[in-house]
């Protein structure tokens, strides 16, 4: 985790943004505008260097990606910038995954300067891609909590340990993961105490974990 001065001086480039940023009179701004204010995300939100560690116009069999964020010549993840008047779409995903995939970079990060939508390669047989986590700046009422997630991709949280930190969170909190945990011992003891005592009557570990299936099999 960054220390609590350095997230409250993320939080901060945050605001910063988005009130220069993030307002009507950039509706219609294209996507050498948009790169412009990506540029600014990068180093003072993120705090990247500009020319050692943000890499533009990366060369990829041909096409170029927008930016290759690399430090001490090890490449961390790559950003794809569109148009701030163009909603994301998922042919935008392709372009920025298929970038990744084909560089053996593991870590895209796909924005239209308002929306940030963080994903992870996963390089089986066919390729998966994981939607880490999205956020949206329009919505000022949630920076706070977005400084949270973005410290992960903090130049001072070093890349790698902050996106492995970043992706074991992502692995704990999934559905399969807490199922699993839903289901041990202490949990359907404490489930056994909690409903005796409400409704006077004892039930069996069977019992609680058909329970349990059968609601996350609804949900």
Same mark, same amino acid.
């Given at each position: @985790? %960054?220390?609590?001065?350095?997230?409250?001086?993320?939080?901060?480039?945050l605001?910063?943004y988005?009130k220069?940023y993030?307002?009507d009179?950039?509706? *219609?701004l294209?996507?050498?505008?948009t790169r412009l @204010?990506?540029n600014m995300?990068? #180093? *003072?939100i993120l705090g990247?260097?500009?020319i050692?560690?943000i890499? #533009?116009?990366y @060369?990829?069999?041909? #096409?170029?990606? *927008?930016?290759?964020?690399?430090v001490k010549g090890e490449r961390?993840?790559?950003?794809e910038? +569109?148009?701030?008047?163009l909603n994301?779409s998922?042919k935008?995903?392709?372009?920025?995954t298929?970038y990744?995939?084909?560089?053996?970079?593991?870590?895209?990060?796909?924005?239209?300067?308002r929306?940030?939508?963080?994903?992870?390669?996963?390089?089986?047989?066919? !390729?998966e891609i994981?939607?880490? /986590?999205?956020?949206? =700046?329009n919505?000022? %009422?949630?920076?706070?909590?977005?400084?949270?997630?973005l410290?992960?991709? &903090?130049? *001072?949280?070093?890349?790698r340990?902050g =996106? &492995?930190? %970043?992706?074991?969170?992502y692995?704990?909190?999934?559905?399969?993961g807490?199922?699993? /945990?839903l289901y041990?011992?202490?949990v !359907?003891?404490? =489930?056994?105490r909690g409903?005796?005592?409400?409704?006077?009557?004892?039930?069996e570990?069977?019992?609680?974990?058909?329970?349990? +299936? +059968?609601m996350?099999e609804?949900?």
């Amino acid at each position: @985790m %960054l220390t609590s001065s350095k997230k409250k001086k993320l939080l901060s480039a945050l605001r910063s943004y988005h009130k220069k940023y993030l307002s009507d009179k950039f509706a *219609d701004l294209d996507e050498s505008g948009t790169r412009l @204010m990506i540029n600014m995300f990068l #180093t *003072d939100i993120l705090g990247y260097a500009s020319i050692e560690e943000i890499k #533009t116009e990366y @060369m990829i069999r041909g #096409t170029y990606a *927008d930016y290759v964020i690399q430090v001490k010549g090890e490449r961390s993840f790559l950003v794809e910038v +569109k148009a701030f008047s163009l909603n994301l779409s998922d042919k935008h995903l392709r372009q920025a995954t298929n970038y990744g995939a084909n560089e053996g970079i593991e870590w895209t990060l796909l924005t239209n300067g308002r929306n940030f939508d963080f994903y992870k390669i996963i390089f089986n047989k066919p !390729i998966e891609i994981k939607k880490v /986590f999205s956020i949206d =700046l329009n919505d000022h %009422l949630k920076l706070k909590e977005y400084a949270e997630v973005l410290q992960y991709l &903090h130049r *001072d949280f070093a890349p790698r340990k902050g =996106l &492995h930190n %970043l992706w074991n969170r992502y692995l704990a909190l999934e559905p399969s993961g807490i199922c699993k /945990f839903l289901y041990a011992k202490p949990v !359907i003891n404490f =489930l056994k105490r909690g409903l005796k005592r409400k409704f006077k009557t004892k039930f069996e570990s069977e019992e609680i974990v058909a329970a349990l +299936k +059968k609601m996350l099999e609804k949900d």
